[in-house]
């Protein structure tokens, strides 16, 4: 079973700074992977960014990398110099190997960028 | 290439109605996964569809049902609703070709059930 744990119901950052996204996650595949998605209020799930658990390095694409500690079951996302469109929900999810697409997500945190 | 797309986008029953959701996946992708959101529960899982074959399926009641064609366009039902059926359903397709595949995800189907 997988279990993804996000602790901040919401969290704020100015405009123009650096803001990390706390993921922490249980599971008892040898193999699998993490993936952030972002929501804005319209409702859609925008896929950020993905790292899978045998990836040596920290994934980035763009403003957006994920601090992979593997050790600590941790998957946070660091999002760079933040822009007011940055706000909305964010989920951190796990997939397991295995021919399942089945995410497992965590509870969400609510970004807001101030101007 | 067109994304995945849900229809309708908004929907509103009456409790005891069924409803069908329909969700046609990014062209070559043979997954389609249903997912719950809701505010109390969150994102939950509902089921998947690989090949016109249910291939794993989340903890919901049996008037939970889902469909998938041979173009790979699903549907799900869901029978006798209840209030708490009340929420944004989410349909999201992948290429489901290797260890982990991104899904992509529809704009959602919003229920409210009266």
């Known amino acids: 079973a997988q279990k993804i744990t996000q602790t901040q119901p919401g969290m704020f950052v100015q405009e123009k700074e650096a803001v990390t996204l706390d993921c922490t996650y249980d599971t008892s595949d040898p193999s699998y992977g993490l993936f952030w998605y972002k929501q804005p209020s319209s409702g859609e799930m925008i896929f950020l960014i993905y790292?899978?658990?045998?990836?040596?390095q920290n994934a980035t694409e763009g403003r957006y990398s994920l601090n992979f500690q593997k050790a600590r079951k941790s998957a946070n996302l660091v999002i760079s110099a933040s822009q007011l469109g940055d706000s909305a929900m964010y989920f951190c999810a796990s997939l397991g190997v295995g021919g399942s697409e089945k995410l497992v997500f965590g509870k969400g945190t609510k970004l807001t960028v101030n101007p | 290439k067109a994304g995945v797309t849900q229809t309708p986008r908004y929907l509103i029953k009456t409790r005891g109605q069924q409803v069908t959701l329909s969700c046609s996946p990014i062209s070559g992708h043979r997954s389609v996964s249903w997912y719950q959101q809701t505010p109390g529960q969150g994102l939950q899982f509902l089921f998947e569809?690989?090949?016109?074959?249910?291939?794993n399926k989340g903890n919901f009641p049996g008037r939970f049902s889902g469909r998938q064609f041979s173009n790979s366009r699903s549907e799900m039902n869901v029978s006798t609703l209840e209030l708490g059926d009340s929420a944004l359903y989410l349909c999201a397709s992948s290429l489901a070709t290797g260890d982990w595949n991104e899904q992509f995800f529809g704009p959602g189907t919003r229920l409210t059930v009266l």
């Open positions: 569809y690989f090949s016109e074959t249910q291939r």
């Open positions: 790292q899978g658990s045998y990836d040596q």
